[in-house]
């Protein structure tokens, strides 16, 4: 079973690799022509390896790295601030406005929206301490302690991938997953964005260092943990829950002892039940939507599957009036499926592949940014500044970052895709490719976006890690 699902993973890196590194280099051709010749140069370097001695120190090294990063964290976030928009800002000014006025504002578009519903109620109660310290505070106030939440969750998670890197390689290997890590420059674009990918950026690598970590004791204690996370990342990003399908999957294929496997799945399934429930319960307790509000306005999941399999697969503000024309949510189900089955007739069985295969492929995976330079930029308190112009989509000297971000994309492409082809039977990787199947499936029949390959992040890095280590060590450089 471990070597099919990595042949699926394989076939599947290998079409991504091929349409989104084609993608990126049409879009730098100098960072496709500079990529070959800047490999050969690392590669050679690494001959130099054994003179280069960081074992004694790296606990050192990497302290002074992620400090490092830490500032470089911070200056990123408040230097590229935007303006309150989508729906990171529409959070934001809910969660003030019940703060400031003790009523909701807005609360069809919650019930319209009821994934962010959770993510609401935890801004009320951080925003109601922030103003019990500062009681004169105001949203200028909760949008930049929002701000320093997002620069630690984005600090966290760098650090665990580094830790959970330090469980797998040697002490050299983990010190250079750690700055590949901290040089994945999107980490920094969305630091300002304490939306729901941050929190489930930094579950999903916490998950996987438990998960590596314990992988070998099979306790039950930590399949409670693991349930709990569980609860947890399902209430923020459902999408993110796709992490610990695949770890249960990995659980019942790797792991010995029937009578272990049931106890312990069955804890983890009656916690997560139970977690998932009292969660929700402290949700609908804290955001009060009026039961009239849900068939009124709330979307089907049909709607983002349509919206999946037209245009270029992502968010279309006509799909959204189309839906919304609709009066109950039984008649928002039936136009959906009607207007998807129609989408479907139209292009036919060639039409869907390339669709899925092709212009998926390139919105979700052909962006070196994660589309982090776009959402930097949208509504830029500072159209004009330093780091705008850099790092920025539309800015003045976007180009050369773009340069260095499709070079980091490419290399990480192909790592994915290495991994597959050199490293089959690592047990510690199973699960990491299997929730990677898991998203491309999801996202080649859901609304797709390169922002929603954030909270993958950490597994995306470690896997494209051991790609190359893996090559390079058939190539005997390590």
């Given at each position: 079973?471990?070597?099919?699902?990595?042949?699926?993973?394989?076939?599947?890196?290998?079409?991504?690799?091929?349409?989104?590194?084609?993608?990126?280099?049409?879009?730098?051709?100098?960072?496709?022509?500079?990529?070959?010749?800047?490999?050969?140069?690392?590669?050679?370097?690494?001959?130099?390896?054994?003179?280069?001695?960081?074992?004694?120190?790296?606990?050192?090294?990497?302290?002074?790295?992620?400090?490092?990063?830490?500032?470089?964290?911070?200056?990123?976030?408040?230097?590229?601030?935007?303006?309150?928009?989508?729906?990171?800002?529409?959070?934001?000014?809910?969660?003030?406005?019940?703060?400031?006025?003790?009523?909701?504002?807005?609360?069809?578009?919650?019930?319209?929206?009821?994934?962010?519903?959770?993510?609401?109620?935890?801004?009320?109660?951080?925003?109601?301490?922030?103003?019990?310290?500062?009681?004169?505070?105001?949203?200028?106030?909760?949008?930049?302690?929002?701000?320093?939440?997002?620069?630690?969750?984005?600090?966290?998670?760098?650090?665990?991938?580094?830790?959970?890197?330090?469980?797998?390689?040697?002490?050299?290997?983990?010190?250079?997953?750690?700055?590949?890590?901290?040089?994945?420059?999107?980490?920094?674009?969305?630091?300002?964005?304490?939306?729901?990918?941050?929190?489930?950026?930094?579950?999903?690598?916490?998950?996987?260092?438990?998960?590596?970590?314990?992988?070998?004791?099979?306790?039950?204690?930590?399949?409670?943990?693991?349930?709990?996370?569980?609860?947890?990342?399902?209430?923020?990003?459902?999408?993110?829950?796709?992490?610990?399908?695949?770890?249960?999957?990995?659980?019942?294929?790797?792991?010995?002892?029937?009578?272990?496997?049931?106890?312990?799945?069955?804890?983890?399934?009656?916690?997560?039940?139970?977690?998932?429930?009292?969660?929700?319960?402290?949700?609908?307790?804290?955001?009060?939507?009026?039961?009239?509000?849900?068939?009124?306005?709330?979307?089907?999941?049909?709607?983002?599957?349509?919206?999946?399999?037209?245009?270029?697969?992502?968010?279309?503000?006509?799909?959204v009036d189309y839906t919304a024309s609709f009066s109950t949510y039984d008649e928002k189900v039936d136009a959906t499926i009607e207007r998807f089955t129609e989408r479907v007739q139209e292009k036919g069985v060639a039409g869907v592949a390339t669709h899925i295969f092709e212009?998926?492929?390139?919105?979700?995976?052909?962006?070196?940014?994660?589309?982090?330079?776009?959402?930097?930029?949208?509504?830029?308190?500072?159209?004009?500044?330093?780091?705008?112009?850099?790092?920025?989509?539309?800015?003045?000297?976007?180009?050369?970052?773009?340069?260095?971000?499709?070079?980091?994309?490419?290399?990480?492409?192909?790592?994915?895709?290495?991994?597959?082809?050199?490293?089959?039977?690592?047990?510690?990787?199973?699960?990491?490719?299997?929730?990677?199947?898991?998203?491309?499936?999801?996202?080649?029949?859901?609304?797709?976006?390169?922002?929603?390959?954030?909270?993958?992040?950490?597994?995306?890095?470690?896997?494209?890690?051991?790609?190359?280590?893996?090559?390079?060590?058939?190539?005997?450089?390590?």
């Amino acid at each position: 079973m471990q070597l099919f699902l990595n042949s699926i993973y394989t076939a599947i890196f290998y079409i991504i690799a091929i349409v989104a590194v084609t993608t990126v280099v049409k879009n730098s051709l100098l960072a496709g022509l500079l990529f070959v010749p800047l490999l050969i140069i690392g590669l050679y370097l690494l001959k130099y390896r054994n003179k280069i001695s960081v074992e004694k120190h790296s606990n050192q090294i990497w302290i002074a790295l992620q400090l490092l990063s830490a500032i470089f964290t911070l200056i990123m976030a408040f230097k590229l601030q935007v303006n309150l928009s989508w729906d990171w800002g529409q959070l934001i000014k809910t969660a003030t406005f019940y703060v400031l006025n003790d009523e909701w504002d807005n609360l069809s578009y919650y019930a319209r929206y009821p994934n962010n519903q959770f993510w609401l109620a935890i801004l009320v109660y951080f925003f109601t301490m922030v103003k019990f310290i500062i009681p004169t505070a105001g949203i200028g106030v909760f949008k930049a302690a929002t701000t320093l939440v997002g620069c630690i969750l984005i600090q966290a998670t760098i650090f665990t991938v580094y830790k959970t890197a330090s469980l797998i390689w040697s002490k050299k290997k983990a010190l250079v997953v750690g700055v590949i890590t901290i040089a994945c420059v999107p980490f920094y674009l969305y630091s300002q964005f304490a939306y729901t990918d941050l929190p489930a950026l930094f579950l999903v690598a916490l998950t996987c260092y438990l998960y590596v970590k314990t992988k070998s004791e099979q306790k039950m204690i930590w399949f409670i943990i693991f349930g709990i996370i569980a609860a947890v990342i399902f209430q923020i990003k459902v999408l993110s829950f796709i992490v610990f399908i695949a770890l249960i999957m990995d659980y019942l294929i790797t792991a010995k002892g029937i009578k272990g496997k049931v106890i312990n799945t069955f804890c983890f399934l009656v916690v997560f039940v139970v977690v998932k429930a009292l969660l929700s319960s402290f949700t609908a307790a804290t955001v009060v939507i009026p039961e009239e509000y849900s068939d009124k306005y709330e979307f089907p999941a049909t709607h983002w599957v349509m919206m999946g399999i037209h245009g270029i697969g992502s968010f279309d503000q006509n799909d959204v009036d189309y839906t919304a024309s609709f009066s109950t949510y039984d008649e928002k189900v039936d136009a959906t499926i009607e207007r998807f089955t129609e989408r479907v007739q139209e292009k036919g069985v060639a039409g869907v592949a390339t669709h899925i295969f092709e212009t998926k492929v390139i919105r979700t995976w052909g962006n070196p940014t994660y589309a982090g330079s776009d959402y930097a930029g949208r509504h830029s308190v500072s159209e004009d500044g330093v780091f705008q112009k850099f790092f920025t989509i539309n800015g003045e000297w976007y180009w050369l970052y773009n340069i260095y971000a499709s070079l980091y994309h490419i290399a990480t492409l192909l790592g994915l895709l290495l991994v597959g082809m050199l490293s089959k039977k690592n047990a510690n990787f199973l699960f990491m490719k299997t929730a990677l199947i898991g998203i491309v499936v999801f996202l080649s029949i859901w609304e797709c976006n390169s922002r929603y390959l954030l909270s993958f992040l950490p597994i995306i890095i470690l896997l494209s890690c051991e790609g190359w280590f893996a090559l390079m060590k058939r190539r005997k450089c390590i």
